[in-house]
Structure formats: structure tokens, C-alpha cells
């Protein structure tokens, strides 16, 4: 009598190993995201860095000069990556000038890949690079003590100077931003840089208690003077005025405690 065994897996074989594979989901996909999320802050704060390095060698090659007094100035991403032109003093009109499409930097200090801008809903431009926005801002001329920021506004993916910022602040001054394209998902912490390499962070979280502002997308930027203290104990506001850094006990424009990266 020839006997015929069934072969395959019952329904309870079946069950348990769906459930296993769902313990193990659990236990790893938060680990994915956590170890996403921390490689994507890791590599905005790298990238604020090299950012501040570039800021730095274009300022003392005065390949940015607006008005003509030997002193180098800061510039945007489209500047630093070769896609926008640089700002120039203008002999004839005696005052800063610019085509975007003419006198590029070369070679960029910067990849050209910086220079690939969009528009916010403010139509400045930003720079998106591993599940990070970032902006940079330059100095407007200084009113009754108050700094305003430039922000970059040429076309998207060439970016540039449309607002010309103020030549002897520029000098002296710039900033930049970075923050998550999607919180909890790649990133938390938004970031802060300036010309003196102060790198700054805020949590960044709805849940914090000192979270206030939350920066998330690609229209939800800081302000110029996020970060910085909000001029109530201070002559000089805007992005003259000292950094809110909460170690200091300053309150920052956005209400949010910025404290020091590693700290």
C-alpha cells in the first residue's frame, strides 16, 4: 500500500512565523529610523562645517568685493558653487552690482550641487542634502541697530544674489540654517552656524518644553534671527545682536533654548 505524505506548512506553522516577523519588525524598524535619523543630523552638522570653511575661503580670496575697499565679503550657495554669478562693485554707477548669469566663480568652492536651489514660500532659496533643508543668510545694512538678514533669491537651481546685501556687514557677517525635511523621520534637531563657527542646536521637538518654533519642511525655515537673543537686553538686534544660547540665559527670537552642539 503506497502511502502520500502532504507537504507545506500548516496554519499554525504559518501564524508563528508571522508573528516572529512582526517581533522582529518592532524591535528593528524603530532602530532603522533612529539610526537614520541621527546618520541625516550627523551629516547636517558636518555640512554647516564645510559650509563655515567655504564661507571663510571665499571671504579672504575677495573674489566678493562690492565696494571696492580690499575687504572680501561672505556670499550665497549659488556664488560659492559656481551656478550664480558673484557680486561685483560697479564702476560706473559706483555701488554693488550683479548678473546672474556672468561671472562665475571658478573654480567653486563649493559642489555644484549647492548651487541646485529651490524656492520657499518666501521664494528664497534653500539647499536640500540628506533629509536636511538649509539656508543662508546675509547681512542687510544696519538700521538704528538692528541687522536684517538677506536671504538667497536667484532661480531655482542656480540660486544667487537678487537682494544685494550691505557690503561692510557682509564683511563681517553671515549665517545659515538647517532643519529637517520631515520630523521624526529624517531628522529632529535643527542647526545653526555663523561666521564665528558657533554651531548651535534646538530640539526641535512638539514634546519639549522649550521647543516653541518648529522648523519642518521646505516652508517652515528660521527667520534670520531665530537664534540669536532677542534684543531685550542688547543695543544691537537682528543678526548683530549676541547669540541665544541658553547656557547664557538669553531668550532667542523664536523662543526656543539653543545650545551648543556637544554640549
Given amino acids: 500500500m503506497n502511502s502520500k505524505r502532504n507537504s507545506g506548512f500548516t496554519l499554525i506553522e504559518l501564524m508563528i512565523v508571522v ?35 567655504a564661507q571663510a575661503q571665499l571671504q579672504s580670496s575677495c573674489a566678493i568685493d562690492t565696494d571696492a575697499d ?15 554669478g558673484l557680486r561685483y ?12 548669469d556672468a561671472g562665475f ?13 529651490v524656492a520657499d514660500a518666501n521664494d528664497e532659496c534653500v539647499v536640500e542634502r540628506s533629509g536636511y533643508y538649509f539656508k543662508i543668510y546675509l547681512p542687510a545694512a544696519t538700521d538704528t541697530g538692528d541687522i536684517a538678514g538677506v536671504a538667497e533669491e536667484g532661480p531655482e537651481g542656480q540660486g544667487g544674489a537678487v537682494t544685494i546685501p550691505d557690503p561692510n556687514n ?15 523621520s529624517t531628522g529632529n534637531r535643527a542647526f545653526f552656524i555663523n561666521q564665528e563657527g558657533d554651531l ?5 521637538n512638539p514634546d519639549a518644553p522649550n521647543t516653541v518654533s518648529i522648523y519642518e519642511g521646505l ?18 538686534t537682528g543678526m548683530g545682536a549676541s ?10 527670537n523664536d523662543d526656543n533654548v539653543w545650545t551648543i552642539v556637544g554640549q
Fill in 19 to 53: 508573528a516572529i516577523i512582526a517581533i522582529i519588525a518592532s524591535i528593528a524598524i524603530p532602530k532603522l529610523m533612529s539610526a537614520r535619523i541621527s546618520a541625516n543630523e550627523n551629516a547636517a552638522i558636518a555640512t554647516l562645517r564645510s559650509i563655515a570653511s
Fill in 70 to 84: 580690499g575687504g572680501g565679503e561672505y556670499g550665497f550657495f549659488g556664488e560659492m558653487a559656481g551656478t550664480a
Fill in 89 to 100: 562693485y560697479d564702476v560706473g554707477t559706483d555701488a554693488p552690482d550683479v548678473d546672474l
Fill in 105 to 117: 566663480l571658478n573654480p567653486a568652492i563649493l559642489p555644484t550641487a549647492f548651487g541646485d536651489t
Fill in 170 to 184: 557682509c564683511e563681517v557677517i553671515w549665517s545659515c540654517y538647517a532643519w529637517p525635511v520631515d520630523v521624526e
Fill in 200 to 204: 548651535l542646536q534646538t530640539a526641535n
Fill in 219 to 236: 516652508d517652515a525655515a528660521p527667520t534670520y534671527d531665530a537664534a540669536f537673543e532677542d534684543g531685550t537686553t542688547s543695543a544691537v
Fill in 243 to 252: 547669540l541665544g544660547i541658553a547656557a547664557q540665559g538669553l531668550l532667542s
